[in-house]
T-cell receptor
Framework: QKEVEQDPGPLSVPEGAIVSLNCTYSNSAFQYFMWYRQYSRKGPELLMY????GNKEDGRFTAQVDKSSKYISLFIRDSQPSDSATYLC??????????FGAGTRLFVKA | DTAVSQTPKYLVTQMGNDKSIKCEQNLGHDTMYWYKQDSKKFLKIMFSYNNKELIINETVPNRFSPKSPDKAHLNLHINSLELGDSAVYFC?????????????FGPGTRLTVL
């Protein structure tokens, strides 16, 4: 079993839809939870990060962590074609080793 | 200004050859990484250096050898290339922290072994 599980998709939604992306993990020592966005043929870039459980909102994006269920989510409201990318969840126990999920490919159709 | 740069961007080579990929960062970070991303987009850590010292060395064949001449550079040399080495290799950098760190990625080097 991988430490971080993420459905690779692809996920296709119409413009304006609410998108929900999820990851589950097995290592209860993970403390920091991140979402990276990767456009085609580019390197990943950090979108959001949260520490421990709870919600964090940034514009149209909301990151949610449920440590009791070992489950994290990223919600995208009013999705746009420019949101089409691969979204990778990532987790870190502290320090420098980050474990990435497999990434979910998202397509937002105009 | 490019924060993390890699050369070359594309690399096509024959099985058995030796090749190198170079990475440079101008962010003033003290930690650099090499990741391999396979065709299914799975991003896996290979190596990490902090202040030129190797701190992460995952289960990677000995044919892969990283070298960090200084804090701003991390190179990857691959000997006797195999078909399975075909992937996109990303360099990243961050500031070392006891807790959270944001990694900044380069544009990737797409390696194709024929």
């Amino acid at each position: 079993q991988k430490e971080v599980e993420q459905d690779p998709g692809p996920l296709s939604v119409p413009e304006g839809a609410i998108v929900s992306l999820n990851c589950t993990y097995s290592n209860s020592a993970f403390q920091y939870f991140m979402w990276y966005r990767q456009y085609s043929r580019k390197g990943p870039e950090l979108l959001m990060y949260t520490y421990s459980s709870g919600n964090k909102e940034d514009g149209r994006f909301t990151a949610q962590v449920d440590k009791s269920s070992k489950y994290i989510s990223l919600f995208i409201r009013d999705s746009q074609p420019s949101d089409s990318a691969t979204y990778l969840c990532a987790m870190i126990t502290g320090g420098f080793k980050t474990i990435f999920g497999a990434g979910t490919r998202l397509f937002v159709k105009a | 200004d490019t924060a993390v740069s890699q050369t070359p961007k594309y690399l096509v080579t024959q099985m058995g050859n030796d090749k190198s990929i170079k990475c440079e960062q101008n962010l003033g970070h003290d930690t650099m990484y090499w990741y391999k991303q396979d065709s299914k987009k799975f991003l896996k850590i290979m190596f990490s250096y902090n202040n030129k010292e190797l701190i992460i060395n995952e289960t990677v064949p000995n044919r892969f050898s990283p070298k960090s001449p200084d804090k701003a550079h991390l190179n990857l040399h691959i000997n006797s290339l195999e078909l399975g080495d075909s992937a996109v290799y990303f360099c990243a950098s961050s500031r070392m922290s006891r807790d959270y760190n944001e990694q900044f990625f380069g544009p990737g080097t797409r390696l194709t072994v024929l």
